[in-house]
């Protein structure tokens, strides 16, 4: 993201922080201008119908419904399948259980029990042994939670076979599944692996139209007509009806059909970014682990959010997401040259900071 900030000395910030960060493009903001919209409540803006039947015909689902963030779309498919007291299982460290702020307990009474990935990702055999027969002592578990790509899992993608595998199981034992694709459009971009092929496996998905693709707001919820209708009355319920949105899901529909492939240069200065961070002293990373746009390294010596707080001051953003850990997300806003430019504040700092 390059901006300015305003004083005497006006320059460019490179902001890594993540690729939500993005802003509106001059065609985008054009074809929001454009957009034709009516009462979305009552069913009547074309522009969000559109975007909602495009996303869905992507996602292989009979439907789909326009939300404005994926933590909604995330709560609202946990509200949908389940009851109060239900148990849902995801990974130690999804979005659903770190990042939104202990909704599926406060919107649905729902249970998280976690299961700890490798970078995210757990087998058909770890779901297998997390599995608890029926006792009227257990909350009764319906619902598994998958995220691809994995954010804090720095971006990994889940193999398809092991999709598959942990599908396998979880219909064994009647159970549903949701997919959190908030960037699931970096994981299809990076495998060819087409965005449906994925979903197949769910009864839900979620898509983020505001993180890579650089919408300025917006996700969707995909699945059965049945649920999806479903999930349209809780997001009522939660204040989520919006009326004349056919103006920000323009910006979406913009974003789903131009910014998709072009992910792929995010994930080539990703690339770029890993292996000169790896040569870096101090810094600890395997650049061969990042597939997307994500990396996430370790730092040895200064604490993360210090070091990063420096880093801002040079004019390179990024995030720490631990006592030592350093997120770097690229994006519609970053260029390899922006990328060249943050390397060369990075490593500068690093040596000030007396790691070289
Ligand atoms: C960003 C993100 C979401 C949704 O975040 P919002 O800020 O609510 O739009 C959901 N899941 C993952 C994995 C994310 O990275």
Not at 128 to 153: K, M, Q, S, Y
Not at 216 to 240: D, I, M, T, Y
Request: charged share 20%; hydrophobic share 45%; proline share 4%.
């Amino acid at each position: 993201m390059t901006q300015t900030i305003s004083g005497t000395q006006a320059r460019r910030i490179i902001d890594l922080r993540s690729d939500t960060v993005t802003l509106p493009t001059a065609e985008m903001r054009g074809a929001m201008a454009a957009a034709e919209v009516g009462d979305d409540v009552f069913g009547e803006d074309p522009t969000v119908r559109r975007l909602e039947a495009r996303t869905a015909e992507i996602l292989g689902k009979e439907a789909a419904v326009f939300v404005p963030s994926g933590t909604m779309a995330n709560q609202l498919a946990i509200r949908a399948h389940t009851e109060p007291g239900d148990e849902v299982l995801a990974e130690a460290n999804a979005h659903i259980v770190y990042y939104e702020a202990g909704a599926p307990a406060a919107l649905s009474g729902a249970t998280c029990r976690c299961l700890t990935g490798r970078r995210g990702i757990f087998s058909g055999a770890d779901l297998e042994a997390a599995l608890r027969p029926a006792d009227i002592h257990f909350p009764p578990t319906r619902l598994v939670c998958l995220e691809n790509t994995h954010n804090r899992g720095g971006g990994s993608v889940w193999p398809l076979t092991e999709i598959a595998g942990v599908a396998t199981v979880a219909r064994q034992h009647g159970l549903r599944l949701h997919l959190d694709g908030a960037r699931l459009w970096n994981a299809s971009v990076a495998t060819g692996v087409p965005e449906r092929a994925y979903a197949t496996h769910f009864e839900s998905v979620n898509v983020c139209f505001s993180k890579g693709l650089g919408a300025p707001v917006g996700s969707a919820l995909a699945g059965s007509a049945e649920f999806v209708a479903r999930a349209r009355r809780f997001r009522k319920q939660l204040g989520g009806g919006m009326r004349q949105a056919g103006i920000i899901a323009a910006g979406a529909l913009f974003a789903l059909e131009h910014h998709r492939a072009r992910l792929a240069e995010d994930h080539v200065n990703a690339q770029t970014l890993a292996r000169r961070l790896a040569t870096l002293p101090g810094v600890e990373l395997d650049p061969a682990s990042f597939e997307t746009n994500i990396v996430v390294f370790r730092l040895d010596g200064v604490p993360a959010r210090d070091w990063v707080r420096i880093l801002d001051d040079a004019g390179v953003r990024l995030l720490a997401t631990g006592p030592n850990l350093v997120r770097a997300v690229t994006h519609l806003g970053v260029s390899a040259t922006d990328i060249a430019a943050a390397l060369e504040i990075i490593k500068d700092s690093l040596r000030r900071n007396g790691r070289s």
